[in-house]
């Protein structure tokens, strides 16, 4: 009595596991990739928004508001001192991957209480090798991102 058994040799499963390996790598690295993209973007967008805040801060408390960018500790201070003298009112951390240049021209952005800028400059920051710049212009607080 013969049995006629058909199926899958060892070889054909170990090449459709290794072709399988090989797709989820190429996916898993593209979609880290992208993920990272998103962070970076994120991010840029976040501390304009900041930038932007500080300014309605100001306008709000009809006083001076100010943006710093403490690069040690990896924070963003926004201040008020009409409405809380030394403190914050936020604190917002920032990724680790994302570094401020020594050479940037502005690490606080100073809003008067004439909702204006006190000082134009850039901030030069990279994000996972990407650089950024981003420039403060003078009169209603005008900030554009230059990738």
Do not use: W
């Not at 501390?47 to 500080?54: C, P, R, S, V």
């Not at 809003?111 to 403060?136: A, D, H, M, P």
Request: aromatic residues 10%; proline residues 2%.
């Amino acid at each position: 009595m013969k049995i006629n058994q058909k199926g899958f040799t060892l070889i054909e499963m170990l090449l459709v596991l290794v072709i399988m390996m090989l797709i989820c790598t190429i996916g898993i690295s593209v979609g880290k990739k992208q993920l990272d993209r998103q962070l970076e973007n994120r991010f840029i967008e976040q501390l304009k928004a900041d930038i932007e805040l500080t300014q309605a801060l100001s306008f709000q408390y009809q006083g001076a508001a100010s943006l710093y960018i403490f690069d040690a500790i990896n924070e963003i201070h926004i201040y008020v001192p009409k409405y809380h003298k030394d403190n914050p009112i936020i604190i917002r951390k920032y990724p680790k991957n994302v570094e401020f240049r020594y050479y940037s021209t502005l690490d606080h952005v100073i809003f008067t209480e004439n909702q204006t800028v006190s000082r134009s400059g850039t901030i030069i920051f990279s994000v996972n090798g990407r650089r950024v710049k981003l420039n403060v212009y003078l009169g209603e607080g005008r900030v554009k991102i230059v990738q």
